[in-house]
């Protein structure tokens, strides 16, 4: 069974430009979340999808990120402009189960971005 | 405020030495605990859910225990492999959407 997929892997910008990360959950996953890991930290949820609906966003700083999940499948994580303290490594996550349910989440290995 | 802290931040251990993680929590509505394993420019790797207090579970040198305020994952006779951050998440709230993750145990695990 392929992982949770994520591109690219690296990112170096300068503050205030655009930067958008992709993630392809496993297949047939119906929940899919993205996580903000900034080094020396547990990952912060940002926010989580079910199948194209969102179903938490409440953390995401919606003045510069955005997020879709277009069909209920890929997901784009976007920043808007960047800035310094943006620089962290991006993390999405998927589930098989709805929103809500303690089920395990499989991760990808995460998007590095760094912000000059 | 939903709230996760780990002890200790960092973990030196000697081949064969057992120690354990601790991973306290302060939630509303815990709808589960997970421990996860997370490897140097890698994403987490899922190892064990615990739902309620009273709750174990095992995988080969690591057992995962839950009570009402705290869990710990106890690493028996470790392996340099072993090697990792180590993550504590809680997932809680009405709808079981919030998710909070503590800050890790680094371990190090020395031949």
């Known amino acids: 069974e392929a992982g949770v997929a994520q591109s690219p892997r690296y990112k170096i910008i300068e503050k205030r430009q655009s930067v958008a990360f992709w993630c392809n959950p496993i297949?047939?996953?119906?929940?899919l979340y993205w996580y903000q890991q900034i080094l020396g930290q547990g990952p912060k949820l940002l926010i989580q999808?079910?199948?194209?609906?969102?179903?938490?966003d409440s953390q995401l700083p919606k003045d510069r990120f955005s997020a879709e999940r277009l069909k209920g499948v890929d997901s784009t994580l976007k920043i808007q402009p960047a800035k310094l303290e943006d620089s962290a490594v991006y993390l999405c996550?998927?589930?098989?189960?709805?929103?809500?349910?303690?089920?395990?989440?499989?991760f990808g290995p995460g998007t590095r971005l760094t912000v000059l | 405020e939903d709230q996760v802290t780990q002890s200790p931040e960092a973990l030196r251990l000697q081949e064969g030495e057992s120690s354990s993680l601790n991973c306290s929590y302060t939630?509303?509505?815990?709808?589960?605990l997970f421990w996860y394993r997370q490897d140097p420019g890698k994403g987490p790797e899922f190892l064990f859910t615990?739902?309620?207090a009273g709750e174990e579970k095992e995988k080969e040198r690591l057992k995962a225990t839950l009570t009402k305020k705290e869990s710990f994952l106890h690493i028996t006779a470790p392996k340099p492999e072993d090697s990792a951050t180590y993550l504590c998440?809680?997932?809680?709230?009405?709808?079981?959407?919030?998710?909070?993750f503590g800050p890790g145990t680094r371990l190090s695990v020395l031949p």
């Open positions: 996550a998927s589930s098989l189960g709805p929103a809500g349910d303690p089920d395990t989440q499989y």
């Open positions: 297949s047939g996953h119906a929940t």
């Open positions: 999808f079910q199948n194209n609906g969102v179903v938490d």
């Open positions: 939630v509303s509505g815990l709808r589960g």
């Open positions: 615990l739902y309620s």
């Open positions: 998440a809680v997932q809680a709230g009405n709808y079981g959407q919030n998710f909070v």
